[in-house]
């Protein structure tokens, strides 16, 4: 069966570093990958959008990573911030799946001072 | 340019009874998107339509639950005869109508929190 899956457990890393989170997915070829940040109570805001014939995104202090021989995304803050605390959602739309949007389940990430 | 409005904010409906849920695209945008969000858990697809059109309905209930965007007004999102279970964060999203052309992902509402009880 199709399955996107993010590291459940939360990830807290102090102010100034990197934070790498992990996006793994079987049984999809995505036309396109994107990354949203959500915070409690809110609805997902969009952050990187990275398509399949694509290595690297870069955004400010965002970048994600494609590799669609492992299967993977990688995520990074880096300069992390107290404000970047947050779950962010990893998301794939399947190459002839129309639009249909499909999420992981998240990674929280605490930043501490 | 408000993005996407989605009324009310949190609803309460007795069991039995029916919710309707509203949702008003990004100006521009003709695609919508419904997901549903239970507490810890993640994101589910439930349903997605153009105008007057359900394209994808994979991942909606059979019964009590429809949804409709008609050629005038927001997206519906009804359920009927609600039961516990269905108390969760209701989220509309909308799009472009080929979001992977551009650069551009899914803008969301904040979401209808539904409380049946």
């Known amino acids: 069966s199709q399955k996107i899956e993010q590291n459940s457990e939360a990830l807290n890393i102090q102010e100034g570093k990197t934070a790498t989170l992990t996006c793994n997915y079987t049984n999809y070829s995505p036309a396109y990958l994107q990354w949203y940040r959500q915070d409690p109570g809110r609805g997902p805001v969009f952050l990187l959008l990275i398509r399949e014939n694509e290595k690297e995104k870069r955004k400010e202090r965002l970048k994600v990573t494609f590799d669609t021989t492992l299967k993977q995304s990688l995520f990074h803050i880096t300069a992390s911030q107290p404000a970047d605390s947050a779950t962010y959602l990893c998301a794939l739309v399947g190459a002839g799946g129309g639009n249909k949007l499909t999420f992981g389940t998240g990674t929280q990430l605490k930043v501490e001072l | 340019n408000a993005g996407v409005m989605q009324n009310p904010r949190h609803l309460v409906r007795r069991r039995g009874q029916e919710a309707r849920l509203r949702c008003s695209p990004m100006k521009g945008h003709s695609h919508v998107y419904w997901y549903r969000q239970l507490p810890e858990e993640g994101l589910k697809f439930m349903v997605y339509l153009q105008k007057e059109n359900i394209i994808d309905e994979s991942g909606m209930p059979k019964e009590r639950f429809s949804a409709e965007f008609p050629k005038e007004g927001p997206s519906i999102l009804r359920i009927q005869q609600v039961v516990r279970g269905d108390s969760a964060a209701y989220f509309c999203?909308?799009?472009?109508?080929?979001?992977?052309?551009?650069?551009?992902?899914?803008?969301f509402g904040s979401g209808t929190r539904l409380t049946v009880v």
């Open positions: 999203a909308s799009s472009l109508p080929i979001p992977g052309v551009s650069n551009y992902g899914y803008t």
